[in-house]
């Protein structure tokens, strides 16, 4: 099976290193808090919005640094490898946000010992390009956190599981994950059914 990953918040844990840096950094303005929760953690506080976008872009890549893996992922990703599925590891980081996303993310795969066999960079503005980069290499299945990934995925007949998250748990639309233990089995079981079916037709 080829299995279509995301990175931040499926592989990393990008939105608490996000939440935390927020949390600290609004002590240094009004102090505020958090005044709306439920809501993405990008407009959670009281910050003007052009201020924020211009935060977000100056320090993602600073934050980037302190990203560390989700628990169990390295383990069972290189179970699903050597059962004979195919990892393609299909992230938004290709986005001017970071000044050497390639590199950046190659050393960071590596460093948490995340094993792949083939990374590809896409726009996360353009949620219709994860869709394309998966029809384009057969991607069986989608993991992402992003409902509007997991949503274009289905409308071009791509099985996507959520991955879930603080932000997207009023989501009721996509099969819903939540470690990757659980991956692993639903992916094991799904393994299990295509099978069962050849052997139906055969008999
Ligand atoms: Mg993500």
Redesign the pocket.
């Known amino acids: 099976m080829r299995i279509g990953v ?5 592989l990393s844990n ?1 939105n608490e290193v996000l939440l935390n840096d927020y949390l600290n950094h609004d002590k240094s303005l009004r102090n505020n808090g958090i005044v709306n929760k439920d809501v993405y953690i990008r407009k959670m506080f009281d910050w003007p919005e052009e201020y924020e976008k211009e935060y977000y872009k100056n320090n993602i890549e600073r934050l980037a640094v302190f990203f560390e893996p989700i628990k169990d992922c390295s383990k069972y990703i290189k179970l699903l490898r050597k059962e004979g599925n195919k990892i393609y590891i299909i992230s938004g980081r290709d986005n001017g946000e970071y000044s050497d996303p390639y590199n950046m993310t190659i050393n960071w795969l590596k460093k948490y010992d995340i094993e792949y066999d083939e990374l590809i960079l896409t726009n996360a503005y353009n949620h219709q390009e994860k869709a394309d980069i998966c029809l384009k290499n057969n991607i069986d299945i989608m993991i ?3 409902t509007n990934v997991c949503s274009k995925c289905t409308d071009n007949n791509i099985k996507s599981l959520l991955f879930d998250t603080e932000y997207n748990k009023k989501e009721n639309r996509f099969e819903r994950v939540n470690s990757w233990e659980e991956i692993y089995k639903y992916i094991n079981n799904h393994e299990q059914e295509k099978i069962n079916v050849i052997l139906d037709t055969d008999t």
């Open positions: 995301d990175i931040d918040n499926v990008f992402d956190d992003s």
